[in-house]
Structure formats: C-alpha cells, structure tokens
C-alpha cells in the first residue's frame, strides 16, 4: 500500500501544479478518515476496558452473521495472560531475551532505512538522467514504481515459500551489486566523461534496486518485528522502533543531501551498497528464521545464541522454562 502511494504521486506529480498536487494528496486522506468512521473500535480494546457487550457487538459486525461467543471467550483470556504479564519498557531492555530480540529488529530497520530506498524514491526524478533513449525522467520513474509495486506482491508470494532469511540474503545481494554499478556510472558521470549513450544503465541500475529492494530488505522487517517480538512487550518495543526508524530515516536524507552538495550524487550510492553489506553480515550471524517457528522456538534460538551453545529442556533453570511456556501461551492466546 505504501508503493502504491507512491505510485499515485508518480502517476499525478508531472502533470500538476504544486498546490493541485498538494489538494490530490490529501484526497486519498480524506477518504479515509470519513470511511474509519464507520469501522468499530477493536474487540480486543473493549475486553481490556471490561466493556464485553460493545466487543461482542464489534467482533459481530467484523466477524459477520456467526456465533462469536467462543472466539470472544478466547480473547478474554488473552486479555487476562496479557494483563498480568504485560511488559514495562524496563523488561524490554533488561530482559535478556527481550533485548536481544530488540537489538535484531532495530539492526533490521537500519538496514532498511539506510540502503536508501525511500529517499531514492523521493529524489527519483532528479536522480534519474532527463532523458534515457525515447524516454522522459518522469516515465522513467512512472515505470520503476509500477515495477517495484509489482515485486512488493511478488515477495509476498515467496516470504512463506522461500524464508525471510533468504530473501534478506537475496535481497541485500542485488542491491550491493545494482548499486556498486550505478555508483560508478555517476562517478565517471562527476569526471566529465561523455556517457550520453548509456543512461540506461542507471535506469536499469534503479530498476533492479527497487526490485531487489522490495524483495526482502522492503516487507522484511515489519513482518520480522511481529514474530520475534513476544507479545506482552511488543507495543512498547514498537515505539522504541518508530523513533529508531525515523531517526534513521531522518538521518539517511540528510546524509544524501549532504553527499550531493560536498562530495557527489555517486557517493550516495556506494553507502547504500556498503549498508547491504553489513545487512549479509546481519543474515548470516545474528538473523533468526522466523518463518514456521514458534514464539517459544524464536525465544529458545535467542538464548542459544545468548549463550552461545544449544540448550535443552533439562539445561533450563525452572524460571527460563516458565518464560517460554508464557510466551508461547501468549503466542497461540491461551491462559
């Protein structure tokens, strides 16, 4: 949904002016806001303000003409376990297993946030030459959305058939290789040479990094966020994300603002390379497979790698035993 935004600005954006273009962003808004209000708040929020009649009427109206008693009565014992082993933020950086399910997310979303996409995507007509064979920067832009948009949908195909590890892996590969190149092409393009028959290729440089982007380093870590985070602190690990996320976004922007003004646009596109390395280191030494796993096993290979060796049911002290069997009753909603 993100991509198709963009897509829409990419779509509109050229032909408008900035105030027509500024009144077409906010209609996608608008529509919204008028039509949430008709969505009922969630059943879950009811339970826990102690309200059942309004979450049995929201979970009817979501849920359709079914009898919803028994799921209703499932979620009032998931809201009992979570209130009594809801996390503070001082367990999400003092609890061992927590911290380092943490630290994972945050080096994924560095990952993320630093190859550069986004910001690629907000200077893509200035970054992409005016004229590349019979067509406009604007096409060319035009084209790379709905591609990238078309990959996002196909790496939601492969996420569960493939594993996110491996489409990490994939992903951090093409944007390393996509990137390395079209870095040189500006770098020679910053010394004067004539490269006036090959602006394809950082078109096609930006073509295939948006298309390796959206394949794993994209959808990656939200999804990866939701699995490996338990439950009971995963509100509060959130916004510790959020505000991670929008510094490092905030710092990627400047950065690129920065390299164009004092070094070169092509030194943009070497750090976002050098990012994607350390996202293979990432994969290879501290990346869990979540796809298929359980809260508990996530939270067992968390404190393997703790620990540094494998672990059995025998080797845990009766207190680890009880976190895991809470974390994965708070997995699968049971008291």
Request: charged share 15%; with cysteine.
């Amino acid at each position: 949904m993100y991509l198709l935004g963009n897509l829409y600005e990419y779509i509109i954006g050229p032909y408008v002016s900035y105030s027509t273009f500024g009144i077409a962003s906010c209609i996608p808004c608008l529509i919204f806001a008028v039509a949430f209000l008709f969505i009922p708040e969630s059943p879950y929020y009811y339970i826990m303000k102690n309200q059942r009649g309004k979450a049995e009427a929201s979970l009817s109206w979501l849920r359709g003409d079914v009898d919803v008693s028994q799921e209703l009565d499932a979620i009032e014992t998931y809201a009992e376990t979570f209130k009594r082993n809801r996390g503070s933020f001082k367990d999400v950086f003092l609890n061992e297993n927590y911290r380092a399910a943490l630290i994972r997310v945050q080096a994924v979303y560095s990952v993320q946030k630093l190859c550069g996409m986004f910001t690629v995507l907000a200077y893509l007509t200035v970054i992409i030459p005016s004229n590349v064979g019979p067509f406009t920067s604007e096409t060319c832009t035009l084209i790379v959305g709905v591609v990238v948009w078309i990959s996002t949908i196909l790496a939601t195909s492969l996420m569960d058939r493939v594993g996110r590890r491996w489409l990490f892996v994939v992903s951090n590969v093409g944007i390393i290789v996509t990137m390395t190149i079209t870095g040189a092409w500006y770098y020679l393009d910053s010394t004067g040479s004539d490269l006036s028959g090959t602006t394809y290729v950082p078109f096609l440089g930006l073509l295939l990094y948006g298309i390796s982007f959206c394949l794993g380093v994209g959808p990656v870590p939200s999804l990866y966020q939701g699995e490996v985070l338990p439950s009971n602190i995963k509100a509060r690990a959130s916004a510790v994300t959020t505000i991670w996320s929008a510094f490092v976004s905030i710092l990627n922007t400047s950065l690129f603002a920065i390299c164009i003004r004092y070094i070169g646009m092509y030194i943009n596109f070497f750090l976002f390379a050098a990012t994607s390395v350390f996202g293979l280191y990432l994969a290879k030494y501290h990346f869990i497979e979540t796809s298929g796993k359980t809260l508990q096993e996530i939270q067992e290979e968390l404190t393997k790698r703790r620990n540094g060796e494998k672990l059995t049911n025998d080797e845990k002290s009766p207190e680890e035993t009880l976190h895991l069997h809470r974390s994965n009753a708070e997995c699968n909603g049971e008291g």
